[in-house]
């Protein structure tokens, strides 16, 4: 038989003989665990170490349906190799912990958990974990299937990505076996493609930054709530595109605008906490998606444009805003007008809609140097401190959680370049979480809105993704770098004033990271350093990704960031932050193929998942 | 027959140990899944709990003696600890342990280090009795799968 007959074979029992793997370090509660799900009829495999259980799994992608990892565990932190696992096998994971608290429930979920159980572990609740199996399943075909039926329902589901999606494509789908229980039908209809990527009729379409920054630019410019396919489609204008994966790739876009952007509100919260900084920064912090992005009261077009037009992941990076964008020498003060990010004027081609972050200011004061008060209008007290932090485009939910400590890491980074002129592209802001450290002497000094010239500024930040992880190495970094906002045109604010941070144009690393920064600009950075640094720290658990900022190069949303980040990409020394979220960064940056540090796991396999 | 009488005997150890509150529900769902294939699995469970966590316990017993006392890694031992014993159904060892890492939280090194004595000590009274309820479990033959009483 071939494989996937019996792969099939095995669904037609289904949930029968699901395949688990079973992650805990206490013998106990694996064993537990264990006889529980054999007694589900599921088919086990327990291993008590993380590592391990990654090997198993990327030995395979086939080989399991389901994952189940305990939270606490010695050689790897339970909440990473969730992420891990999400992104690049695209598996369920559910968490599970004797610790009931809201805040790690809540860490499960925005790590992409798609449950979080306690210990002990009741056999009721093991009945029905394969309900997450089911639901990603059908979520995944209903993007794939053909089905011109599917615009409709893309365009119904609007935001609601993920299985609010699913569940009216489903509908729409009738002959594809919407009901639920249904799933051995539909497993088989479509199992194998699901189950056997290989065996998937279309061929593969591989996201790299260049198309993923089409698909950015072009979901910004239709605003991500009317952004469907079909037109996603005609304004990319790539031929051998599909409907289909584009629509594929789009819900897997606002899966993590909406995961950013739950992060990004916390960001946010803290981000308006922070107030005027005056240093520039770009406060990346969260930029709520939209709420924020009024709050940053600046400029419209930061908001909802720029927002929108963030691709979701991908957006961050691209806020390519033009090249225009790019870090302008910050003239003037802030007022970065995210608002704007769109069309910042730099909506040059491809740039993502990041520009759409980067308020109309854009050129300007984006980054001013140093205090730049990213006047963004939203940042309004933060002068100088662009928030680059959420990017009100893209969908608010999007609204990377630019995490506001990327911000105030990145901001650092930012200030330095001059370029800041925030591009917003890439609004490095990617709140390097930890980078508290820089942020609070980054930011301080002015973060000058980071890239927020050229209105990218905010833009750019794209959901600042918590570099934290990158952050928090460049945190020293940073403060030299403000670079990272290299982008030229995209990334993220940088535009931290030069003056801070002698920029070293490392700025790619930022750029990378502003990618995810949606960086309000409006975000008040200021003050928030130290909030930031929560922001980070937030993010960091989120995003955690973060890539080395060596790394980072490649994260940049590929224009933007390209610009200059390529020479500061790799400078470690920025670490972009926003890399974080590799799997995020993966739309993005497609890094330029260098940084992508193993660590992250090569983006390209985050990108690769994704783009499945 | 005689498995009679050591079924009751058992089914009341059962009971006492339920009133007494050293085990809880989860006990029963231990119980629950132990069946023909897997005739053995409580004891098992039980067994492997109790060597894996002495681990733990000299893992905390060590930390105690050092001071000033780390209460970061005091608290995550235990709460490893009380991961392991709350999948057993161990109610007043599991209560001990919550207790303990409430002084934690609160820096309470006094309170930590007698709340850790109550602790051994129900550790190791449960163990016995689980001990003696095993040995009367193994002569009494194969247990009814029946629904246990509550």
Known sequence: MTVEQIVSETKDQFPIGMRVLAVDDDPTCLLLLETLLRRCQYHVTTTSQAITALKMLRENKNKFDLVISDVHMPDMDGFKLLELVGLEMDLPVIMLSANGDTKLVMKGITHGACDYLLKPVRIEELKNIWQHVVR???????????????????ADSGEAAGIGKADNNVKINKKRKDQNEDEDEDLDENGHDNDDPSAQKKPRVVWSVELHRKFVAAVNQLGIEKAVPKKILELMNVEKLTRENVASHLQKFRLYLKRISCVANQQANMAAAVGTADSSYLRMGSLNGLGNFHALSGTDQLHNAAFRSFPPSGVLGRLNTPAGLGIRGLPSPGTIQLGHVQNSGHSSNDQSKLQSFIPGNHNTNILQGMPMSLDLDQLQNNKGVSHIGELPAANSTAVFPVSGSLIDSRIAGFSNNPLLGVTSNSLMLEGSSQQANLHASNLRDGVSAVGFQNGNTLSNFASIDPVSSQLRDSKADLQGQAAPINCNAGPMIRSVPPQEWNAPRKDAPYQSHLMS????????????????????????SIFHRTMDSDSIGPLNFVDPLSIKHGEGLNSAAMEPPVIEKEGYLMYQLRPHGNHIPDNIGSLEDLASAMMK | MERNPLRRQLQLMRKSLFDQGYLDEQFVQLEELQDDTNPNFVEEVVTLYYRDSARLVLNIEQALERKPYNFHKLDAYMHQFKGSSSSIGAKKVKAESTLFREYCKSGNGEG?????????????????KLEAYFQVARQAGPMETACRPK
């Not at chain 1, 990603?136 to 893309?154: A, C, E, G």
């Not at chain 1, 949606?518 to 950075?525: A, C, G, R, T």
């Open chain 1, 517 to 540: 920064s949606s960086v309000n600009s409006s975000i008040p950075v200021n003050g928030a350093m130290v909030q930031l640094d929560q922001c980070l720290d937030r993010n960091n």
């Open chain 2, 112 to 128: 930590c280090m007698r709340c850790f004595q109550q602790l051994k000590k129900e550790y190791a009274t449960l163990r016995k």
């Open chain 1, 136 to 154: 990603r399943k059908k979520f995944d075909r209903k993007v794939r299937s053909n089905s011109d039926s599917q615009d409709k329902p893309h």
